[in-house]
Antibody, heavy 114, light 108 residues
């Protein structure tokens, strides 16, 4: 059974960089595409981007200039970096497996505040 | 970018009733790559239906999906107490991936 677990700071200051890691268990990081999705408080879901272990990435144009998704094959993990954050980046962040998004992590809440 | 519009915004029904949720796309979705997800408060979404009409692993057969092109439907044949939640559609036929705004199914 595939499981995903997000980790990272719950509080980030404005203008700084948000960094999150997703640890994958029950599947190899080299087998599927992996995405990040976020959900601001009380709002809908927003796709951030996806990556494949070969380095193939695709980002939401609305965030593209600030986003990097990368992989650590040795740890079976993938990561999200979002630069120059503002209060609008406050959200629950999910890591997700596959294009069909068939497995989701529990989500981690990130608040942007000084 | 494909915009997904879900209707209605809220559906008030009683247990045992049939729920019909709509998801309309601003342009045709490639290969009908449309998914439906259920989300309960404080939880992450759960995939119910992929490729418009295929049930995900472990999903009860009271959930069914249909549609093609730009018009898609999620049907819950008989609502169980645990089915009252928010439902989202999502397209993965093109990038950027996009989600509908959600339909809340609440107890009448």
């Amino acid at each position: 059974q595939v499981q995903l677990q997000e980790s990272g700071p719950g509080l980030v200051k404005p203008s700084e960089t948000l960094s999150l890691t997703c640890t994958v268990s029950g599947a190899s990081i080299t087998t599927y595409y992996w995405s990040w999705v976020r959900q601001p408080p009380g709002k809908g879901l927003e796709w951030i981007g996806y990556m494949y272990h070969t380095g193939d990435t695709n980002y939401n144009p609305a965030l593209k200039s600030r986003v990097t998704i990368s992989v650590d094959r040795s740890k079976n993990q993938f990561s999200l970096k979002l630069t120059s954050v503002t209060a609008a980046d406050t959200a629950v962040y999910y890591c997700v497996k596959s294009h069909s998004m068939d497995v989701w992590g529990k989500g981690t809440t990130v608040t942007v505040s000084s | 970018e494909i915009v997904l519009t879900q209707s209605p915004g809220t559906l008030s029904l009683s247990p045992g009733e049939r729920a019909t949720l709509s998801c309309r796309a601003s342009q045709s979705i490639s290969n009908n790559y449309l998914g439906w997800y259920q989300q309960k408060p404080g939880q992450g979404p759960r995939l119910l239906i992929y490729a418009a009409s295929s049930r995900a692993t472990g999903i009860p057969d009271r959930f069914s999906g249909s549609g093609t092109g730009t018009d898609f439907t999620l049907t819950i044949s008989r609502l169980e107490p645990e089915d009252f939640a928010v439902y989202f559609c999502q397209q993965y036929g093109s990038t950027p991936r996009t989600f509908g705004q959600g339909t809340k199914v609440e107890i009448k």
